[in-house]
């Protein structure tokens, strides 16, 4: 067993709450990653778990064991880093063994293990190089490979793909997630890039100002986002968020005439992802197109509804000129209903959702 809770931690500095009221529990085996923005405090929850700082409120345990005040050597934890934190003048293998040499264990367990190691990261070719002689993609294989060689269940990352380019973080996160599993750890891993956690993540954590926004599935927090914060942060394009005003018949967008939602509109905010959006020959609602961006595989279109802008997701290539008159249509269970001032999602139960529903 490896499973970590938190239990209210908070840590303040001075009057700042990079921490607030912290409570999260990573089953053993599974993979949680901790998502936010910069300064969410994403990064120093892994340091309270870590042992790298002391929390100045709450329990974090280990297995049930308390390990609040536990120095971090003794919590039998394994940490990736943003920066590879390579040692230059050793090579690969000694990088990879080093924290086993400092243990005094024996030449032969660690060869063992190296070997192990290497073979299950891809650099059993690359053990007599120096890290100035590997790739980015290479170096954070090697700081992969020294913490899987302490064979601790638990491994901590923080942000270790963010120095990698695009087509390399996106084999990486397939390495890192068939690694995780087949070893059966339990990974903590920070990202501020929501690709990263949807694509990788059992469970997501979702962070804002030191605090929990929101905690579920990738798949969760996609369909079904709590706040106006969590719409905005999932999902790619983010998810258009429009305000709502009372019409003659119930809600309707701002500045437009068709109703969207029965029941009033003010005060509230409607969400729709631009993936759940068509253009409709009857129905929906009229727009018109300010903008298009074609991106191979599918067109980015930019439409104004009223006072509000819609983005859209068409398949393939869209031409259509600056001006063109469109009808927008979605589907009733693809709309999300938000208080405006509280920013907090509102049970769709209090208004029949109609219109705009794809032909």
Known sequence: MSEIVLENVSKRYGAVRAADGVTLRAEAGK???LLGPSGCGKSTALRLIAGLEEPSEGRILIDGRDVTRLNPDKRRISMVFQSYALFPHLSVAENIVFGLKVRRMP?????????KVAALV????????????????????????RAIVA??????????????????????????RALQQRLGMTVVYVTHDQVEAMSMADRVILMREGRVEQEGSPEELYARPASLFAARFIGTPAMNLVTLDDGPQGAVIRGATETVLRGAGRGLTLGIRPEHIALVDSGGVAAEVTSAEYH??????????????????????????????????????????FDADSGRRVDQGHAKLRTAQVA
């Open 31 to 33: 993979f949680l990653v």
């Open 296 to 337: 191979g595989a599918d067109t980015i279109l930019t439409t104004r509804v009223g006072q509000e802008s819609l983005l859209l997701r068409a398949p393939g290539q869209r031409k259509l000129a600056t001006g063109a008159a469109v009808r927008l249509g979605w589907e009733p269970e693809s709309l999300h209903v």
């Open 151 to 176: 064979e601790n269940k638990i491994c901590l990352m923080d942000e270790p793909l963010s120095n990698l380019d695009a087509q390399l973080r996106h084999g990486m996160r397939v390495e890192i």
């Open 107 to 115: 030449a032969a367990e660690r060869a063992e293990r190296l070997a």
């Open 122 to 145: 891809g650099l059993s070719e690359q053990l007599a190089r120096k890290p100035s002689q590997l790739s980015g993609g290479q170096r954070q294989r090697v700081a992969l490979a």
